[in-house]
T-cell receptor, first 117, second 111 residues
Framework: NAGVMQNPRHLVRRRGQEARLRCSPM?????VYWYRQLPEEGLKFMVY????????ESGMPKERFSAEFPKEGPSILRIQQVVRGDSAAYFC???????????????FGPGTRLTVL | GIQVEQSPPDLILQEGANSTLRCNFS?????LQWFHQNPWGQLINLFY???GTKQNGRLSATTVATERYSLLYISSSQTTDSGVYFC?????????????FGGGTRLMVKP
């Protein structure tokens, strides 16, 4: 059973370009979470999605960032017009059901390291 | 929101030594996980432990939910234990389902 997959593992963009990060959850998981880790810091929640729905985007910057989890295919985190401060590791996690009502855990992918030049 | 604090922030050990890492949280939780982030940046699940004690090889963890803290014990440390250890919690009032991470303990084990 493959784990959470993220690609690309490393992404380099120049200021002003767009970055697209992909996440395929574990088989059977319908809940996806995105977290950002700035250098030398812990992970911070960005957004929580189920298939075709954004459930909680309270951690997403208001501008330039968007996320989707379509009916078919991976979840996408999109950053438009990237700036140097967007350089970070972006982690995706998945779970089979809503964690607040279960005893399951979130399973994390290997992360995408974004560098903005 | 819930606050998660980890101590110590940095720790240097000689190979073979034992250590205890602490995680304090400010509210009741129904999910607590310990992770190891290795020097290559990968996050590895160590324990899911909202309460009680668990052991896995040289690692063990204890969470005392009523007193709002968790401890991670590393015995007979090895250089491969180096990296950052995070605890993360999900609390009862969090309808959004996200984990809140502590700032981590950065561990270096010297040969």
């Amino acid at each position: 059973n493959a784990g959470v997959m993220q690609n690309p593992r490393h992404l380099v963009r120049r200021r002003g370009q767009e970055a697209r990060l992909r996440c395929s959850p574990m088989k059977g998981h319908s809940h996806v979470y995105w977290y950002r880790q700035l250098p030398e810091e812990g992970l911070k929640f960005m957004v929580y999605l189920q298939k075709e729905n954004i459930i909680d985007e309270s951690g997403m910057p208001k501008e330039r960032f968007s996320a989707e989890f379509p009916k078919e295919g991976p979840s996408i985190l999109r950053i438009q017009q990237v700036v140097r401060g967007d350089s970070a590791a972006y982690f995706c996690a998945s779970s089979p059901i809503k964690l607040a009502t279960s005893t399951d855990t979130q399973y994390f992918g290997p992360g995408t390291r974004l560098t903005v030049l | 929101g819930i606050q998660v604090e980890q101590s110590p922030p940095d720790l240097i050990l000689q190979e073979g030594a034992n250590s205890t890492l602490r995680c304090n949280f400010s509210d009741s939780v129904n999910n607590l996980q310990w992770f190891h982030q290795n020097p290559w940046g990968q996050l590895i699940n160590l324990f899911y432990i909202p309460s009680g004690t668990k052991q896995n090889g040289r690692l063990s963890a204890t969470t005392v939910a009523t007193e709002r803290y968790s401890l991670l014990y590393i015995s007979s440390s090895q250089t491969t234990d180096s990296g950052v250890y995070f605890c993360a919690v999900l609390n009862h009032n969090n309808a959004g389902n996200m984990l809140t991470f502590g700032g981590g303990t950065r561990l270096m084990v010297k040969p």
